[in-house]
């Protein structure tokens, strides 16, 4: 049972436009999201959060906007770069009692962008 | 500073084989994680540590899989008679252990059972 689905397995986008990645979720107990990138033979990095108590998070180039409603969040780019390239994971986390806890993955989706 | 590391990078091994797999934390991290990443798929979870103590090992596939943290610091994933369905790459990651705060992850440890 796939919690969270990224149901696009990859993506090309040209250099300077916008790169959209979606990601869905089932469990309503989730109330933290993450977006991880991922080059090879390394390990995810951290990109950008949103809590369940907004719906839109913005970092530069990056924003991370959820709809609870829809269970859905996407992560918006731009202007997209080449070395924005890499895979990228949606995460999510149902917080107990302000402690941390674990991430459920998506399967990623894998960004392409081209000159 | 220093990031999350993990050792060794990569680990062969023959089936039926015990292999122990080392993370170091950033250091004052009291949350640590352990997934588990196959080939096309996500992170999978498979144990949290807050301190020395295991506060979720829901993700343990089965008891030939077991990890420590004996001084809240460095852990150890150890798994027993090595299956080739093991083979993966081991993910480590800690954090500051308080809520809506992001996971670090290490380098991974890519394991492969022949």
Same mark, same amino acid.
């Given at each position: 049972?796939?919690?969270?689905?990224?149901?696009?397995?990859?993506?090309?986008?040209?250099?300077?436009?916008?790169?959209?990645?979606?990601?869905? +979720?089932?469990?309503?107990? !989730?109330?933290?999201?993450?977006? +991880?990138?991922? +080059?090879?033979?390394?390990?995810?990095?951290?990109?950008? /959060?949103?809590?369940?108590?907004?719906?839109?998070?913005?970092?530069?180039?990056?924003?991370?906007?959820?709809?609870?409603?829809?269970?859905?969040?996407?992560?918006?780019?731009?202007?997209?770069?080449?070395?924005?390239?890499?895979? +990228?994971?949606?995460?999510?986390?149902?917080?107990?009692?302000?402690?941390? /806890?674990?991430?459920? !993955?998506?399967?990623?989706?894998?960004?392409?962008?081209?000159? | 500073?220093?990031?999350? $590391?993990? *050792?060794?990078?990569?680990?062969? *091994?023959?089936?039926?084989?015990?292999?122990?797999?080392?993370?170091?934390?950033?250091?004052?991290? *009291?949350?640590?994680?352990?997934?588990?990443?196959?080939?096309?798929?996500?992170?999978?979870?498979?144990?949290?540590?807050?301190?020395?103590?295991?506060?979720?090992? $829901?993700?343990?596939?089965?008891?030939? &899989?077991?990890?420590?943290?004996?001084?809240?610091?460095?852990?150890?994933?150890?798994?027993?008679?090595?299956?080739?369905?093991?083979?993966?790459?081991?993910?480590?990651?800690?954090?500051?252990?308080?809520?809506?705060?992001?996971? &670090?992850?290490?380098?991974?440890?890519?394991? *492969?059972?022949?």
């Amino acid at each position: 049972d796939q919690q969270v689905k990224q149901n696009s397995p990859s993506l090309s986008v040209q250099e300077g436009r916008i790169s959209i990645l979606n990601c869905d +979720y089932t469990n309503s107990m !989730f109330d933290y999201f993450l977006w +991880y990138k991922k +080059y090879p033979a390394e390990g995810p990095t951290f990109l950008i /959060s949103i809590s369940s108590i907004k719906d839109k998070n913005e970092d530069g180039r990056f924003t991370v906007f959820l709809n609870k409603s829809a269970k859905h969040l996407s992560l918006h780019i731009v202007p997209s770069q080449p070395g924005d390239s890499a895979v +990228y994971f949606c995460a999510a986390s149902g917080s107990l009692s302000g402690t941390a /806890s674990k991430l459920t !993955f998506g399967t990623g989706t894998r960004l392409q962008v081209t000159l | 500073g220093a990031g999350v $590391s993990q *050792t060794p990078s990569n680990k062969v *091994t023959e089936k039926g084989k015990y292999v122990e797999l080392r993370c170091d934390p950033i250091s004052g991290h *009291t949350a640590l994680y352990w997934y588990r990443q196959s080939l096309g798929q996500g992170p999978e979870f498979l144990i949290y540590f807050q301190g020395t103590g295991a506060a979720d090992d $829901s993700g343990l596939p089965n008891d030939r &899989f077991f990890a420590v943290r004996p001084e809240g610091s460095v852990s150890t994933l150890k798994i027993q008679r090595t299956e080739r369905g093991d083979s993966a790459v081991y993910l480590c990651a800690s954090s500051s252990g308080s809520s809506y705060n992001e996971q &670090f992850f290490g380098p991974g440890t890519r394991l *492969t059972v022949l």
